[in-house]
């Protein structure tokens, strides 16, 4: 368990440092294709900003923000084109739902988010492409992890002194997603976007027996992502990687009670059952329930 605890407190950071070192090209990684669908404001003022895995075109009035005290949460919806056949209405719940709980838990480190009432700024966004994981090819993986957690349970070879180990994914099948999202004022005015866009790789994102698996994993780290840019105004794929706090790991991964009391209206994180969840490949929406209005 301790060993499954630390993978998981570590799988954010992990993708950072694969995306540097390029272990994701090395190990096979999906192609993040950016989008511009006409959702957003405005489009005209968003410069790019890349990582290894990750492309995004990104903006933000730091200005304007520093006045911010109070944000609104739109959750976030499938835009028509990726509604289609392939995944469940509760599958698509699950995955937006991730994000949102993401970004409204890095929105609280710095604003008050309200449920009610008139709010400085409102966040919302859209997903506008979704690539499904290809569940005979992440289960490969699975299965092989699981075959050495099982030898070295009756000591067979190499595998008695170890217990679940990571093998990587075939590079074929890996899932991707595309999320346009903006920040807007009480007058509608736009005071930050991004249009961001990642692609799981076979090293370090989880194999499960799903078709929404690594769009699951790539929604959270979208609200992370947009999250920070919004509360600190940094462009967060040029941040400095930090050891996780332990509000964050009580929060984001042990799955116990939001900062912010509105945060509750996304869900508690899957917790131990996740944790456990995920290493026997099970599907997210089996451990995560998605938003409270959604059980």
């Given at each position: 368990?301790?060993?499954?605890?630390?993978?998981?407190?570590?799988?954010?950071?992990?993708?950072?440092?694969?995306?540097?070192?390029?272990?994701?090209?090395?190990?096979?990684?999906?192609?993040?294709?950016?989008?511009?669908?006409?959702?957003?404001?405005?489009?005209?003022?968003?410069?790019?900003?890349?990582?290894?895995?990750?492309?995004?075109?990104?903006?933000?009035?730091?200005?304007?923000?520093a006045?911010?005290?109070?944000?609104?949460?739109?959750?976030?919806?499938?835009?028509?084109?990726?509604?289609?056949?392939?995944?469940?209405?509760?599958?698509?719940?699950?995955?937006?739902?991730?994000?949102?709980?993401?970004?409204?838990?890095?929105?609280?480190?710095?604003?008050?988010?309200?449920?009610?009432g008139?709010?400085?700024?409102?966040?919302?966004?859209?997903?506008?492409?979704?690539?499904?994981?290809?569940?005979?090819?992440?289960?490969?993986?699975v299965?092989?992890?699981?075959?050495?957690?099982?030898?070295?349970?009756?000591?067979?070879?190499?595998?008695?002194?170890?217990?679940?180990?990571?093998?990587?994914?075939?590079?074929?099948?890996?899932?991707?997603?595309?999320?346009?999202?903006?920040?807007?004022?009480?007058?509608?005015?736009?005071?930050?976007?991004?249009?961001?866009?990642g692609?799981?790789?076979?090293?370090?994102?989880?194999?499960?027996?799903?078709?929404?698996?690594?769009?699951?994993?790539?929604?959270?780290?979208?609200?992370?992502?947009?999250?920070?840019?919004?509360?600190?105004?940094?462009?967060?794929?040029?941040?400095e990687?930090?050891?996780?706090?332990?509000?964050?790991?009580?929060?984001?991964?042990?799955?116990?009670?939001?900062?912010?009391?509105?945060?509750?209206?996304?869900?508690?994180?899957?917790?131990?059952?996740?944790i456990?969840?995920?290493?026997?490949?099970?599907?997210?929406?089996?451990?995560?329930?998605?938003?409270?209005?959604?059980?």
């Amino acid at each position: 368990m301790r060993t499954t605890l630390k993978a998981a407190l570590n799988a954010r950071a992990a993708r950072r440092v694969a995306a540097v070192a390029g272990l994701a090209v090395l190990a096979g990684c999906a192609t993040p294709v950016l989008t511009q669908t006409g959702l957003l404001a405005r489009y005209d003022h968003l410069t790019p900003s890349e990582a290894t895995a990750t492309k995004s075109r990104i903006f933000i009035d730091k200005g304007a923000m520093a006045q911010v005290r109070t944000v609104r949460i739109v959750p976030t919806t499938f835009t028509a084109a990726v509604s289609g056949p392939g995944v469940t209405e509760q599958e698509r719940r699950v995955v937006a739902n991730a994000a949102d709980r993401a970004l409204c838990y890095e929105l609280s480190l710095r604003y008050d988010v309200v449920s009610s009432g008139p709010a400085d700024l409102t966040v919302r966004a859209n997903i506008t492409r979704a690539g499904l994981t290809n569940v005979p090819a992440s289960g490969v993986a699975v299965g092989a992890s699981a075959a050495i957690t099982i030898a070295a349970q009756v000591g067979v070879g190499f595998a008695d002194t170890i217990g679940k180990v990571p093998v990587p994914r075939l590079p074929i099948g890996l899932g991707d997603l595309t999320v346009e999202a903006e920040a807007l004022d009480a007058r509608r005015q736009q005071r930050a976007a991004m249009v961001w866009a990642g692609g799981a790789n076979s090293f370090t994102n989880q194999a499960r027996f799903s078709p929404i698996a690594d769009i699951y994993d790539l929604a959270g780290d979208f609200g992370q992502d947009f999250g920070s840019y919004l509360a600190t105004g940094e462009d967060p794929f040029e941040s400095e990687l930090t050891l996780p706090t332990y509000d964050r790991v009580r929060v984001t991964v042990l799955g116990e009670m939001p900062r912010d009391p509105d945060c509750q209206a996304f869900g508690r994180a899957p917790g131990i059952d996740g944790i456990i969840g995920d290493s026997f490949g099970a599907p997210p929406d089996w451990t995560d329930k998605g938003p409270t209005a959604g059980r």
